[in-house]
C-alpha cells in the first residue's frame, strides 16, 4: 500500500457524487497536496475551494458517530418508558 506522506506528486481525483450549484449538477474534486497531511476540496468548474485535513475528518467522523449513539440512545429510552 502506498502512503500519502510519501508521495512526490499531488493526488487529484473526481468523486461520482455531485452537488447542484448556479443551477448546475457539478462533481466534486478533491485534491492532496505533496504532504499527504492535507488537501483541498472543490466543485467542478468552480474555483472556491475549501482546505481540510485528513485528521480534521477524522475528528469530525468521531462526533457524528457519537451524536448519532446518542441519539439512538435517547430515542431507544423514549421506548421504553412508553
Given at each position: 500500500m502506498t502512503r500519502l506522506s510519501k508521495r512526490k506528486s499531488a493526488l487529484?481525483?473526481?468523486?461520482?457524487?455531485?452537488?447542484?450549484?448556479?443551477?448546475?449538477?457539478?462533481?466534486?474534486?478533491?485534491?492532496?497536496?505533496?504532504?499527504?497531511?492535507?488537501?483541498?476540496v472543490r466543485l467542478e468548474g468552480t474555483r472556491q475551494r475549501f482546505s481540510f485535513s485528513f485528521a480534521g475528518i477524522y475528528n469530525h467522523a468521531v462526533q457524528l458517530a457519537v451524536k448519532q449513539k446518542q441519539a439512538e440512545k435517547r430515542a431507544a429510552k423514549r421506548e421504553m418508558s412508553r
Open positions: 487529484s481525483f473526481i468523486s461520482e457524487d455531485t452537488i447542484r450549484y448556479r443551477g448546475r449538477l457539478r462533481n466534486i474534486v478533491v485534491e492532496v497536496d505533496r504532504s499527504g497531511y492535507t488537501g483541498v
